[in-house]
DNA sequence: ATTAGACATGTAAACCTTTACATCGTGGCT
DNA sequence: AGCCACGATGTAAAGGTTTACATGTCTAAT
């Protein structure tokens, strides 16, 4: 009816169970005779460990938990990728949160970490407020956080990411020396920190060039494919249309790409534009997209090292990585108007 | 130094462990003054549940633990949100596990939930031979699970799935009424079991229009974008190119749009694309995809409520859902060549 | 022959909750 | 006045591991 516990294991191979204990975690100090018979016994048995039992006695869940504001977005899965491998390696099982930027599930997610259900955590990008209030108070026994991406200028948590701020100039640079002039930016959803770091590097970018900043040039986006379409339209009605874009993100550059094509806009040779984070798709576009490269793998397994020093009880520093600007077909030097 | 336990709760607030517990979860049957007390001593202590504690007395774990082959397939988010509604409201908290198509980390969340860790597992298309090893047993106390998308014929565990046959039917149906007569299909990985059926699909729908099957027409292909591009080379290789392509699934078809569209090649005026699953990028893919959409989110929300009922004991049947066939832009009539 | 030590196994405590049952006090009823 | 019932709280057992320590056996060195 019920679990077959460790104690059924032990009396049907005959021994005590911390014997059987030892044949499943130890078992080379265990006599060859006896582990035999032990692990004959939990085949029969169907015996299988008890996690919460094993949790409960060792204070610890082998389990990290990374917390994903939006499993849609595929910008996240390399990340993970990287993040799989140096937990494996450590022992330790990756479990998912998606909180589809809800509050609650957010919530759910913060609880689940707090009752010990996880050794660590993880926060890609977006962190709302709850990760923030948490205490960081490890006499508390608070398991640790490592957030990638962005933290606020009050950096409570450690850290892994790019220089956002910089990788924008970078592309902005990269329109400028092609000859442009009138960029505009489609920014992400305020709430975002990148929105804001992304947004100044823009700025800088133009300012270093002697530029003007033209508030109709800095149109609002949430990051998603809509924004991109509405972002055409804001473009289409603008009197003198700027020769260049410089989006937030790659899935908004795709909503503008298609909705251009749709209406004999050709890219890049009406317009130019760059997108933000190189995704998957980002190479097969029409035409494909020149965009910032963020090393994804490499972010998530730094962060996943720098997650475990902690939970060693290191001391452990934020991170910042590379980025690089990848140039494909969206771009093209402007050719002046007679 | 270590986490604050019910007893320094307790000790704090003058009470028996008892009490604080129930402050905790039937806060109603304690005594308002009592509550008051409990409740600032939880807070100064700063006391979390601890869930290894509950889950072992309680025997049971309030998740769920959905398992996808790989999160950076887009495929599976609205599946995800579906699942998290039916979860959250059930009071269990979802947790997902990407196995990378890794054995090995498959088999990590095959012991994660045999360990007990979660209440019950929902697996995402491609079930692996792990899963399936697992005795169904449930006087062995294993947790259920239920599939979404198709299991084998065989069909041990539960499964939610759209009649993928039918679909691909209907698909090349589709193209066989717009007046092609070759008409290619390009696979995925002969591993999945979706293969298999909506290969047999195209097959039939052929067949049924007195139609050759061709085996230069049937294109292998793995479900990735480039798939999608090996498919252009091979279309194009063709001495009598196919006039209409049927993908397994969308991504691949992408993978060809970008492809045919750099080689010079339009669609659908030089030939007519049909994908599968509609995926987030299909509507902005260029041109906009006609494909085969499934009913994710309803597909997620079906399986999660299946498999609560099976963990509440009540016996529960495999579901299938209805599919759609979304006509967009990709798939035109045939011209009739001079 | 005796004993130190290595090796294999057993004993029992600790990990932190939940919950059935017991206790206690109070107010309302007869 | 005495009793009942009920509401609020306490007591203690149970849930399944891991692991420090104890025990016992055997080998090898003196």
Redesign the interface.
């Known amino acids: 009816?019920?679990?077959?516990t460790i104690d059924d294991v032990a009396r049907l191979a005959g021994v005590s169970i911390a014997t059987v204990s030892r044949c499943l975690h130890m078992p080379d100090i265990v006599a060859a005779k006896t582990r035999e018979r032990v692990l004959s016994a939990v085949r029969q048995t169907?015996y299988?460990?008890?996690?919460?039992?094993?949790?409960?006695r060792q204070?610890r869940?082998n389990?990290v938990?990374v917390v994903v504001p939006?499993?849609?977005n595929?910008f996240?899965?390399?990340i993970?990728?990287g993040i799989?491998q140096e937990a494996?390696a450590a022992g330790l099982?990756?479990?998912?949160?998606?909180t589809?930027r809800s509050k609650?599930?957010e919530d759910?997610?913060v609880?689940?970490l707090?009752?010990?259900?996880a050794d660590g955590a993880l926060l890609l990008a977006d962190p709302q407020a709850a990760w923030f209030e948490i205490?960081t108070?490890n006499?508390?026994?608070?398991p640790p956080i490592v957030v990638i991406s962005e933290v606020g200028p009050d950096s409570g948590p450690v850290a892994v990411s790019i220089d956002n701020e910089a990788a924008a100039h970078a592309a902005v640079n990269h329109l400028i020396g092609q000859g442009h002039r009138r960029i505009a930016h489609i920014a992400g959803p305020p709430s975002n920190i990148l929105t804001a770091q992304r947004l100044h590097g823009y700025r800088r970018a133009l300012n270093e060039a002697d530029l003007p900043l033209q508030a109709e040039l800095e149109f609002p986006g949430d990051f998603g494919?809509l924004s991109?379409r509405a972002a055409f339209d804001n473009f289409k009605a603008q009197t003198e249309r700027p020769t260049a874009l410089f989006f937030a993100n790659d899935e908004m550059a795709?909503?503008f790409?298609?909705?251009a094509?749709?209406a004999g806009v050709r890219v890049p040779r009406d317009v130019s534009v760059v997108g933000f984070d190189d995704i998957?798709?980002a190479?097969?576009?029409?035409p494909?997209l020149t965009t910032i490269r963020q090393p994804r793998a490499a972010m998530g397994a730094s962060a996943m090292r720098l997650l475990l020093s902690i939970i060693a009880g290191e001391a452990a520093a934020s991170v910042r990585l590379p980025y690089e600007l990848v140039l494909r077909d969206s771009t093209a030097a402007l050719i002046p108007t007679a």
């Open positions: 009816m019920s679990r077959p169907g299988n460990l008890n996690a919460a039992a094993q949790s409960l204070r869940s389990t938990l939006d499993i849609g595929t996240f899965s390399e993970l990728g799989e494996s099982t990756m479990l998912i949160g998606d589809g609650t599930r759910a997610y609880r689940y707090l009752n010990g259900r205490p108070r006499d508390l026994g608070i494919l991109g795709m909503g790409l298609s909705t094509y749709a998957h798709f190479q097969s576009c029409i494909a």
